[in-house]
T-cell receptor
Framework: DTGVSQNPRHKITKRGQNVTFRCDPI?????LYWYRQTLGQGPEFLTY????????KSRLLSDRFSAERPKGSFSTLEIQRTEQGDSAMYLC?????????????FGPGTRLLVL | GQNIDQPTEMTATEGAIVQINCTYQ??????LFWYQQHAGEAPTFLSY??LDGLEEKGRFSSFLSRSKGYSYLLLKELQMKDSASYLC??????????WGAGTKLIIKP
């Protein structure tokens, strides 16, 4: 399967711990997006990369969140000092940013529960 | 501010037709997307509209009116597997996707 993959699929952690999630995009896609989604809501944009450059980060994102895409391929999202409010589904999407119909394809998500 | 409105929930009968509406107010417009999301799964791409009119793809069609800030997704010959949330998303002037909260569609036999 050559779709977007994310690991782990589920993560349970205690408040105050750090967590890191990984996303492997579709291989030829140069853009990679991170979203957060809570029950009954649409995805909330966190950040996105074009190749290895982080081009935009949501103003809603606290300094506890950081993302990297060091070689322009896979990406990691780290949350430091987790809080219960961080519990959500974290979605990664990738796209081939070539113009009009730039469609984002999503991975299966990482479901985070902070106790 | 930017806003996408969709009904929270709709119910329809297997074999019937349902129309899910989406209205939007965004800073710029560079296309509108519909995604399907089954419970606990990631969104999957259904359709894309950038020009006014109807785009048909099998049992699913999507319509756009840019002057009215309005779109709908039409699902025909409903099947039980169509029970899911349907998300409307608009790409704004910064080429970022602004998402609606989704419409939960319940299909009854």
């Amino acid at each position: 399967d050559t779709g977007v993959s994310q690991n782990p699929r589920h993560k349970i952690t205690k408040r105050g711990q750090n967590v890191t999630f990984r996303c492997d995009p579709i291989s030829e896609h140069n853009r990679l997006y991170w979203y957060r989604q809570t029950l009954g809501q649409g995805p909330e944009f966190l950040t996105y990369f074009q190749n290895e450059a982080q081009l935009e980060k949501s103003r809603l994102l606290s300094d506890r969140f950081s993302a990297e895409r060091p070689k322009g391929s896979f990406s990691t999202l780290e949350i430091q000092r987790t809080e219960q409010g961080d519990s959500a589904m974290y979605l990664c999407a990738s796209s081939l940013g070539t113009g009009d119909q730039e469609t984002q394809y999503f991975g299966p998500g990482t479901r985070l529960l902070v106790l | 501010g930017q806003n996408i409105d969709q009904p929270t929930e709709m119910t329809a009968t297997e074999g019937a037709i349902v129309q899910i509406n989406c209205t939007y107010q965004t800073s710029g417009f560079n296309g509108l997307f519909w995604y399907q999301q089954h419970a606990g799964e990631a969104p999957t791409f259904l359709s894309y509209n950038v020009l006014d009119g109807l785009e048909e793809k099998g049992r699913f069609s999507s319509f756009l009116s840019r002057s009215k800030g309005y779109s709908y997704l039409l699902l025909k010959e409903l099947q039980m597997k169509d029970s899911a949330s349907y998300l409307c998303a608009v790409r704004d002037s910064n080429y970022q996707l602004i998402w609606g909260a989704g419409t939960k569609l319940i299909i009854k036999p």
